[in-house]
């Protein structure tokens, strides 16, 4: 499917490029790609750092809870119930928490204005202060 996918780029017959970009990242992460689909996902974050989709795509490229596990930008319904229990359940790792922290860090650092970049990390950095951690890293 890649190689359908860029074969079609490269004629000029695809019309959409960010949609190729989008379909790109999508197969890396089927195809166990993980590094290439972090790297894809990051690509798209630069373009729309406000895209909740790119940065559930990333958490799945670095193999960590996806959002809306542990409260980050859930939505309602059937969802939010699996996400309040997992919440319930501790949600996290301390090693994922950790990751997470690194992750969010890096890209408030490369995209400043980015109001996603600061929210979803409230969520996870929240409840590791309630949970006793003591842990509350610098969002500005």
Known sequence: ALGVLDAGSAAGRLRDPLGVKEQR??????????????????????????????????????????????????SAGAGAAAAAAAAAAGGLSEEQRQRLVEVYGELQAEHPHSTTARRIPLDFLVRSWACGLG????WA
Do not use: W
């Not at 290439?36 to 809870?65: C, F, M, S, V, W």
């Not at 842990?135 to 610098?138: D, E, G, K, P, S």
């Open 25 to 74: 990242a999508r197969l890396f992460l089927a195809a166990g790609r993980y590094a290439d689909a972090e790297g894809a996902y990051r690509q798209l974050i630069a373009i729309n750092t406000e895209n909740h989709k790119y940065h559930a795509g990333l958490h799945a490229a670095q193999q960590l809870p996806p959002l809306g596990v542990n409260g980050s930008s859930g």
């Open 135 to 138: 842990r509350v890293a610098v």
